[in-house]
């Protein structure tokens, strides 16, 4: 359970007995109603992390709406994963390895839904580089998401899967990867965070492997 949960249950908790106090019991089921929603919504259960080398975990629960290739300076793969508010929110690594950027944008609270909410949606772009390769996610405010909390600093080791912040209610998370990345998941599938494989991706042996056979094969 993220301790927020107790906060939220325990301020609701107090306004219920208030409530039924001066106004009646029948009228105290509301705040009570909401503390057990607050209760379970800020729920952090324990999850089997993959170990198998180069798997790329899922940062969060949720629906994957998207799988395509961005051209931002560079050819990556982009995988976008929408949370609704019945989702676990707590965020967790996709890949061992260092924090090398944590980049915070202001922005608008779009329905993350929209294609436009990647861009334009406050967010949260988190850099990490393991053995294998970089990758890149955002933590995208939605409609109801006003709060983004990630806590690892810039130079953070963190663990495959490991819990590193939340988003409160409905949200996105972007993950982009090389574009060599076995991609495993597929539009429509629903992925646990700290679980599920996204992708797997290629040691950095078996890229430069790959590039010079390319070559190879190209100045034939």
Do not use: C
């Given at each position: 359970?993220?301790?927020?949960?107790?906060?939220?249950?325990?301020?609701?908790?107090?306004?219920?007995?208030?409530?039924?106090?001066?106004?009646?019991?029948?009228?105290?089921?509301?705040?009570?109603?909401?503390?057990?929603?607050?209760?379970?919504?800020?729920?952090?259960?324990?999850?089997?992390?993959?170990?198998?080398?180069?798997?790329?975990?899922?940062?969060?629960?949720?629906?994957?709406?998207?799988?395509?290739?961005?051209?931002?300076?560079?050819?990556?793969?982009?995988?976008?994963?929408?949370?609704?508010?019945?989702?676990?929110?707590?965020?967790?690594?996709?890949?061992?390895?260092?924090?090398?950027?944590?980049?915070?944008?202001?922005?608008?609270?779009?329905?993350?839904?929209?294609?436009?909410?990647?861009?334009?949606?406050?967010?949260?772009?988190?850099?990490?580089?393991?053995?294998?390769?970089?990758?890149?996610?955002?933590?995208?405010?939605?409609?109801?998401?006003?709060?983004?909390?990630?806590?690892?600093?810039?130079?953070?080791?963190?663990?495959?899967?490991?819990?590193?912040?939340m988003m409160k209610f409905?949200?996105?998370?972007?993950?982009?990867?090389?574009?060599?990345a076995s991609v495993q998941?597929?539009?429509?599938?629903?992925?646990?965070?700290?679980?599920?494989?996204?992708?797997?991706?290629?040691?950095?042996?078996?890229?430069?492997?790959?590039?010079?056979?390319?070559?190879?094969?190209?100045?034939?």
């Amino acid at each position: 359970m993220v301790r927020d949960g107790y906060y939220y249950a325990l301020a609701l908790g107090a306004a219920a007995l208030l409530i039924g106090w001066f106004a009646g019991p029948l009228w105290a089921l509301i705040p009570v109603w909401l503390a057990g929603f607050f209760l379970w919504f800020f729920r952090d259960p324990e999850r089997f992390v993959p170990q198998m080398p180069g798997a790329v975990v899922s940062p969060a629960d949720g629906k994957v709406t998207s799988v395509s290739i961005t051209l931002d300076g560079e050819q990556r793969s982009r995988i976008s994963i929408f949370l609704n508010v019945f989702d676990v929110h707590v965020n967790r690594s996709p890949i061992e390895g260092v924090v090398r950027e944590v980049r915070y944008k202001r922005g608008k609270f779009l329905n993350a839904m929209n294609e436009l909410s990647a861009e334009q949606n406050e967010q949260n772009v988190v850099t990490i580089e393991g053995d294998e390769q970089v990758v890149v996610f955002k933590q995208i405010a939605g409609l109801l998401a006003r709060r983004i909390v990630f806590r690892p600093k810039t130079g953070d080791q963190v663990r495959r899967g490991q819990r590193v912040g939340m988003m409160k209610f409905g949200s996105r998370v972007d993950v982009f990867l090389d574009p060599a990345a076995s991609v495993q998941v597929r539009i429509g599938e629903h992925v646990r965070g700290g679980e599920s494989v996204l992708a797997y991706l290629q040691s950095s042996r078996e890229l430069s492997s790959t590039v010079h056979s390319a070559a190879r094969e190209r100045g034939r």
